[in-house]
């Protein structure tokens, strides 16, 4: 099993741009999550579903979007680039066979906004 | 909402000495997990206490849930340079719309 994949790993975008970061798992996990991480601050939840068709807001979640087609796909859409958003981009999932069961994080995307 | 607490936000220990963080949330939690984040890597999972008082161990590791579900501590015995990186305590909270809340962790570093 490859566990949760992100990509790309590193982005540079110009204010306005948009961009799409793609999360995949292969656990066949039902809720997964968009985190963003800033130095000092933890993670912030932006969105979050429970299965394919099902989304949530999280924390955060002005200027993103997010769509669950499939159970193996949750990406994260910016539409309007900011420098805000600048800021490390973690994907997680996690199984539902236990309610309280561990979050797998991906490798990260880490966005510059200039 | 629920606030989960990690003070202070770094620490810097000496090989060889042990070191203790606690994590406090503003509300009784379900559980609390621990996650390690080793420097530009993403965090990994260390353990969930579901209990009150609960105590578990891994290795040199000991987390701890208070009695009354609102704190946690990680104790690490004879740090090593392996040691190194930030500490994260997400606590899930009680209810029909429970949620988990990662506090702002604790970055160690170990001198050699």
């Known amino acids: 099993n490859a566990g949760v994949t992100q990509t790309p790993k590193f982005r540079i975008l110009k204010i306005g741009q948009s961009m799409t970061l793609q999360c995949t798992q292969d656990?066949?996990?039902?809720?997964m999550y968009w985190y963003r991480q800033d130095p000092g601050m933890g993670l912030k939840l932006i969105y979050y579903?429970?299965?394919?068709?099902?989304?949530d807001k999280g924390e955060v979640p002005n200027g993103y979007n997010v769509s669950r087609s499939t159970t193996e796909d949750f990406p994260l859409r910016l539409e309007l680039a900011a420098p805000s958003q600048t800021s490390v981009y973690f994907c997680?999932?996690?199984?539902?066979?236990?309610?309280?069961?561990?979050?797998?994080f991906g490798p990260g995307t880490r966005l510059t906004v200039l | 909402g629920q606030q989960v607490m990690q003070i202070p936000q770094y620490q810097h220990v000496q090989e060889g000495e042990d070191f203790t963080t606690y994590c406090n949330s503003s509300?009784?939690?379900?559980?609390i997990q621990w996650y390690k984040q080793r420097p530009g890597g993403h965090p990994v999972f260390l353990i969930q206490?579901?209990?009150?008082?609960e105590v578990k161990k891994q290795k040199r590791l000991t987390f701890q849930f208070g009695e009354a579900k609102k704190n946690s501590s990680l104790h690490i015995t004879a740090t090593q340079t392996t040691d190194v990186g930030t500490y994260f305590c997400?606590?899930?909270?009680?209810?029909?719309?429970?949620?988990?809340?990662f506090g702002k962790g604790i970055t160690l570093s170990v001198r050699p």
């Open positions: 997680a999932s996690r199984s539902t066979g236990d309610r309280y069961n561990e979050q797998f």
């Open positions: 656990m066949n996990h039902n809720y």
């Open positions: 579903s429970v299965g394919a068709g099902i989304t």
């Open positions: 509300t009784t939690l379900s559980n």
């Open positions: 206490l579901v209990k009150s008082g």
């Open positions: 997400a606590g899930w909270s009680s209810g029909a719309n429970s949620k988990l809340t």
